[in-house]
């Protein structure tokens, strides 16, 4: 079965430093997307970058950059140059690539970033 | 392009009763999952609607049901309210075509149960 760890439920980081939030994931699948969401308090929960199984390049999005390291199996989110506005709950998600997997995302447990003035 | 929505946004009820959410997708998005979030158990998927079918079922227990119309809107109900199934219920909607579709997700409801 597949599943996603976040092995740091909370971090804090400088603003304007750069931050690496972990996650790991176990899947038995070839084909699989991993993603990155961001939860304010507002509760919505909001994309922020894609990374494939069959992508060579890692994902990059404005500040946010992926570390996919696929032999660990690690998809490490990276944030440059943070801001007090990026204090939120990070979720790593994955869905996988079999037929009856659908559009049906796994979460990992969540990290709380606060990024201090 | 609106996004998704979800109403309503707060919602308190009593044990035993049960609850309506209604969830409407982006124009064009056929598919709308459902997941509950609490802070014990994290997020997790309930089920998947795609062209009015279920597509997809998490482990929940049968008082949990849903139905997708021919506007993709989706509700999910629950019976019999227990006071556990006081969550945030987050609706995502996605175009079904390869691996790189984000989900985008409505701002949620949440649920107090008393």
């Known amino acids: 079965a597949q599943k996603i760890t976040q092995t740091q439920p909370g971090m804090f980081v400088q603003e304007k430093e750069a931050v690496t939030l972990d996650c790991t994931y176990d899947?038995?699948?070839?084909?699989?997307?991993l993603f990155w969401y961001k939860q304010p308090s507002s509760g919505e929960m909001i994309f922020l970058i894609y990374q494939g199984s069959y992508d060579e390049q890692n994902a990059t999005e404005g500040r946010y950059s992926l570390n996919f390291q696929k032999a660990r199996k690690s998809a490490n989110l990276v944030i440059s140059a943070s801001q007090l506005g990026d204090s939120a709950m990070y979720f790593c998600a994955m869905r996988e690539g079999a037929r009856t997997s659908g559009s049906r995302l796994t979460f990992g447990e969540g990290t709380q970033l606060t990024v201090n003035p | 392009k609106a996004g998704v929505t979800q109403t309503p946004r707060y919602l308190i009820k009593t044990r035993g009763q049960q609850v309506t959410l209604s969830c409407s997708p982006i124009?064009?998005?056929?598919?709308v999952s459902w997941y509950q979030q609490t802070p014990g158990q994290g997020l997790q998927f309930l089920f998947e609607?795609?062209?009015?079918?279920?597509?997809n079922k998490g482990n929940f227990p049968g008082r949990f049901s849903g139905r997708q119309f021919s506007n993709s809107r989706s509700e999910m109900n629950v019976s019999t309210l227990e006071l556990g199934d006081s969550a945030l219920y987050l609706c995502?909607?996605?175009?079904?075509?390869?691996?790189?579709?984000?989900?985008?997700f409505g701002q949620g409801t949440r649920l107090t149960v008393v």
């Open positions: 124009s064009g998005h056929r598919s």
């Open positions: 609607y795609f062209s009015e079918t279920q597509r």
């Open positions: 995502a909607s996605s175009q079904p075509q390869g691996m790189n579709t984000e989900a985008f």
């Open positions: 899947t038995s699948d070839q084909s699989y997307g």
